[in-house]
């Protein structure tokens, strides 16, 4: 009986100290985050909900990225600088076409009528949709509707015939 209770107790002892650290470090973390003031956690919580609400910023940047990045840059400059200059500037490192994908793929499936006969259209709209995500993730142009417009003609061309297809830009 005394065994086992020593057992448990060197148990307990040794979870204990195994788990210090980590409360430790969850204490500092939690202390830094304490310090960002309430004004730049708002500013990046705005912009994660209007990002999210707008249809084509939403299709074209991760929103939580971009949010998350912009609260780091607030961090490090402070207040003063823009906030359309910061999101000027992480813009590319949170580009990402992936939500393009499905209004692309239904545009493209509305358009079947006009398709050569034989096409599958489901699998030449997967193509194309694919292929628009691909080239603009790639390019990360600028977010406008010409840019749209050239990439979606890319992606039509080169899911149509591979070897005609003339890369965007």
Known sequence: ???SFFNSLYLLLFVCLLTAPFAHAQTEAEDEYDK???EYIEEADNYFNTCRQDYITSQYLNCACM???LLR???DRGPTVPQTTILLEINDECFDAINSAGPVY???LKNSYSFKPGTDPEKYCECVAN????AMNLQKPT????NMVQ????ANSKCRDPGTALPPG
Not at 131 to 134: C, G, M, P, R
Not at 143 to 146: F, K, M, N, P, V
Not at 151 to 154: A, D, L, S
């Open 1 to 3: 009986m005394r065994a």
């Open 36 to 38: 960002i003031p309430d």
């Open 67 to 69: 949010s998350t990045a």
């Open 73 to 75: 840059e607030r961090i």
């Open 106 to 108: 239904e545009k493209c």
């Open 131 to 134: 292929t628009y995500v691909e």
């Open 143 to 146: 977010i406008r509707s010409t």
């Open 151 to 154: 990439y979606n003609v890319y």
